[in-house]
């Protein structure tokens, strides 16, 4: 049984010996720094016992082994802290666990070697995991300190750029009337003021990030000038991310590319990469204005990233679970080194399914 959360839900599915899906639930968040060890534990057991229903099993039948990969795992003392509670609490859930960060899942649905995930939802995280099993990370520490390219970022900056330019402290290149609108209309405020109940009191990460889906429309449909340029930063500071696990990749880790180039997998998960077009001429330019030496091909995911958990599972404990990696994921862009911006962008699913 894999299981995957994000910032604001989680998916569980149940795979039987064939790697087929049988079972699947999904529920809320399961971020231990949002509702603690207790409630991530007493949720997985619920979408359990749910996923068991859908696949006939008895709610007190422990499964094999369970992949949990999830926002906010990234330590490994609260990673066996959570299974420890879960065999304690509730044991009739599964027999054995395997805890990690929600990137690990991505990664693991395309390639058992590794690769590069960028996650960019509601926040943001960038992994790197080598064919050794080591792993590299940059961001991923929650808003506070990071998630530069995710939506709440995405809407902060929205939200900044408007409080400055009122009050002439950086005046906007670009006219700020349509994007103070879609403010208005997504927090149903009339005033600056009005909005600090939202951004102090009543804070709600979420909910900020909501207005990333309006901007992200005026930019497209509307053409809004300055919805286009905090997508395009946006877009820039995912590419930063590469660019700064670049001295981390294990030379095993890269194919062949073009022109005597290497090729790097980066999965590409969460609802700001649906915005892509808005997004890609920053992320190119800033790959190119740090000289970024690989080609690389970015893949959207076609299936639940809670099949990469199964995986997962399966493999740390030497478990068979036939899998086939081609239906998991398309190319929806490739970048090439030394190319010029606009020649960039070819999609294609060659070599698709490495194992």
Not at 71 to 86: F, I, K, P, V
Not at 160 to 179: A, G, H, I, M, W
Not at 188 to 210: E, N
Not at 227 to 243: T, Y
């Amino acid at each position: 049984m894999p299981g995957k959360s994000g910032a604001t839900h989680s998916t569980l599915v149940i795979c039987d010996e064939a790697g087929q899906i049988v079972g699947r639930a999904k529920g809320p968040s399961t971020n231990h720094w949002a509702v603690g060890i207790p409630g991530v534990a007493e949720r997985i057991d619920a979408m359990a016992r749910a996923a068991k229903a859908e696949a006939n099993l008895p709610a007190d039948q422990q499964l094999t082994a369970v992949g949990l990969c999830l926002s906010g795992a990234e330590a490994e003392e609260t990673n066996r802290e959570l299974e420890a509670y879960l065999h304690t609490h509730y044991p009739t859930v599964a027999e054995r666990y395997v805890v990690a960060s929600d990137t690990v899942g991505s990664i693991q649905a395309v390639s058992r070697l590794g690769g590069m995930v960028i996650i960019a939802g509601t926040g943001s995280n960038t992994l790197l995991r080598n064919p050794d099993g080591s792993t590299h990370g940059c961001g991923g520490w929650g808003h506070m300190i990071g998630d530069e390219g995710g939506a709440w970022w995405i809407a902060r900056n929205a939200i900044k750029t408007v409080f400055d330019d009122r009050d002439n402290l950086q005046r906007s290149k670009y006219p700020v009337e349509r994007v103070w609108q879609l403010i208005q209309e997504h927090f149903g405020v009339r005033t600056l003021h009005d909005l600090l109940d939202h951004s102090y009191g009543r804070f709600c990460k979420t909910a900020y990030a909501g207005l990333c889906a309006k901007l992200a429309r005026a930019a497209q449909d509307e053409r809004d000038p300055l919805c286009r340029k905090l997508f395009g930063e946006a877009g820039q500071s995912l590419a930063r991310s590469v660019c700064a696990l670049r001295d981390k990749i294990a030379p095993d880790l890269l194919r062949p590319g073009t022109a005597g180039t290497s090729l790097l997998d980066i999965v590409c998960v969460g609802s700001v990469w649906l915005s892509w077009e808005l997004l890609r001429d920053g992320f190119v330019a800033e790959l190119d204005r740090q000289h970024f030496p690989h080609d690389l091909r970015l893949l959207r995911l076609t299936t639940t990233m809670a099949l990469g958990a199964a995986y997962l599972a399966a493999d740390t404990y030497k478990l068979a679970l036939p899998r086939d990696y081609t239906g998991n994921y398309d190319v929806f862009y490739t970048y090439r080194v030394g190319q010029a911006n606009g020649s960039n962008g070819t999609a294609g699913h060659d070599t698709n399914g490495r194992c």
